[in-house]
């Protein structure tokens, strides 16, 4: 995407202009200026995917246990 000077200095500003007929619409439109598509947060992105890893396995390890107990359970009152 190809940006003029003037919108890379001033990232996140939006202006409207008030006319006669009202106002104009928001220039540069919303997403150009406040997203950049580039960006990405490895620090976030590794703790993400960390939190995820912890999670999965805190879930199987509940399953397998309770699996487990259940099974134990079923076996002595057989």
């Known amino acids: 995407m190809l940006c003029n ?7 996140g500003d939006i202006s409207r ?9 928001p220039f540069p439109h919303y ?3 406040c997203f950049d598509e580039n960006f990405t947060d490895p ?6 995917y960390l939190s995820v ?3 999965y396995t ?3 390890s509940t399953s397998l246990v309770s ?3 259940a099974m134990v359970i079923l076996c002595r009152f057989r």
């Not at 000077?5 to 001033?10: G, S, T």
């Not at 202009?17 to 619409?25: A, H, K, L, R, V």
Request: proline share 0%; glycine share 6%.
């Open 17 to 25: 202009n008030c006319t006669e007929d009202g106002w104009s619409e």
């Open 31 to 33: 997403y150009d200026a």
């Open 67 to 69: 699996l487990t107990m």
């Open 53 to 55: 890893k912890a999670l």
């Open 43 to 48: 620090v976030n992105q590794d703790y993400y």
């Open 58 to 60: 805190v879930g199987y």
């Open 5 to 11: 000077f003037a919108m890379i200095l001033n990232i």
